[in-house]
């Protein structure tokens, strides 16, 4: 089976290859594909439209077998901005899993710059002092003390994908 992952972030790609890992015969392709939203995603829907555009972009890309797309955003609530991540398994028929992963404020200073129109990864590198978070811990990291990494958060997000479609194949035979 050919898995076709539409990024090449270590911290996403890391996480699809856990998601898949009790499978046997698999292989996987890391593939740069639009996800057809900005940036930096500002609403849920925003964020899954994103995550399916990636799965839907790779799967045709990649002539695999399933495709799979994560992506990061933020939304505005009444508690202030929350990050939000999401994640889409699409088979090749067409039928698509969603699930989301963990959702934590932002400070009020990342979320200004964010505010004034600035993208999390470098707003994150310059808030921690660090090169990269985006592929490495991650906002989430940063702000769970290293309790959750990115990588684990998607992690979490593909064991909900791949369980909602191994669900579905059990229960439809
Ligand atoms: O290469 P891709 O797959 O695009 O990976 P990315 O890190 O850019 O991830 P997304 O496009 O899904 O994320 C949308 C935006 O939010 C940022 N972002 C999302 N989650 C983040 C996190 O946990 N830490 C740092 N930046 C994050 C990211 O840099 C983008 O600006
Ligand atoms: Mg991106």
């Not at 999401?86 to 979320?111: E, K, N, Q």
């Not at 991650?138 to 958060?153: E, L």
Request: charged letters at 20%.
């Amino acid at each position: 089976m050919i898995i076709c992952i539409g990024t090449k972030n270590p911290a996403k790609a890391g996480a699809v290859k856990e998601g898949f890992s009790s499978m046997p015969d698999v292989e996987f392709l890391e593939l740069d594909v639009s996800s057809g939203v900005s940036a930096q995603p500002f609403s849920d829907e925003e964020t899954i439209t994103g995550a399916i555009n990636r799965a839907k972009n790779a799967l045709a890309a990649g002539k695999g077998d399933i495709g799979i797309g994560l992506e990061g955003g933020v939304k505005q609530t009444e508690h202030g901005l929350l990050i939000c991540n999401w994640g889409a398994l699409v088979l090749r028929c067409g039928r698509t899993y969603i699930g989301a992963g963990a959702s934590i404020p932002l400070p009020a200073d990342v979320a200004d710059a964010l505010l004034a129109g600035e993208e999390l990864g470098p707003v994150m590198d310059r808030y921690a002092n660090k090169k990269n978070v985006r592929h490495n811990e991650g906002a989430i990291g940063v702000f769970t003390n290293g309790k959750i990494t990115r990588q684990k958060m998607f992690a979490h997000v593909m064991e909900s994908l791949v369980g909602q479609y191994e669900y579905e194949l059990k229960t439809s035979q």
